[in-house]
């Protein structure tokens, strides 16, 4: 059973930064993209941000656009989330998520990915 396994979670005062790691337990699957997601006390799961082994490409939830970076390095499977300037209000749990299917081509979209992480608290501080 392939596991995607996240680490860098944590408390920050805001304005600062963390940098969220994740990797699959095993180099043997074939990953499309891999995503962070995040869910707040409440609030259903939102995306954050993705890459595409397709097109190499990044893309973003336009409300993050300048503060998140995604990216993935040399390993197709492991992805990395840059979070800067944090708010108060980017807490949440976030989850690493991978899509093993060639024909889900939303990244956008929950619904496409189908393995995930176990997630990782962030916290930040006013």
């Known amino acids: 059973q392939v596991q995607l396994v996240e680490s860098g979670g944590g408390s920050v005062e805001a304005g600062g930064s963390l940098r969220l790691s994740c990797a699959a337990s095993t180099h043997t699957i074939i990953t499309y993209a891999m995503g962070w997601f995040r869910q707040a006390p409440g609030r259903e799961r939102e995306f954050v941000g993705a890459?595409?082994?397709?097109?190499?490409?990044?893309l973003y939830a336009d409300a993050l656009k300048g503060r998140f970076t995604v990216s993935s390095g040399n390993d197709r499977n492991a992805v990395y989330l840059q979070m800067n300037s944090l708010k108060p209000e980017d807490t949440a749990v976030y989850y690493c998520?991978?899509?093993?299917?060639?024909?889900?081509?939303?990244?956008?979209?929950?619904?496409?990915?189908?393995?995930w992480g176990q997630g990782t608290q962030v916290t930040v501080a006013s």
């Open positions: 998520a991978a899509v093993t299917s060639l024909w889900q081509t939303d990244y956008y979209q929950a619904g496409s990915y189908d393995i």
């Open positions: 890459v595409s082994r397709s097109t190499s490409g990044t």
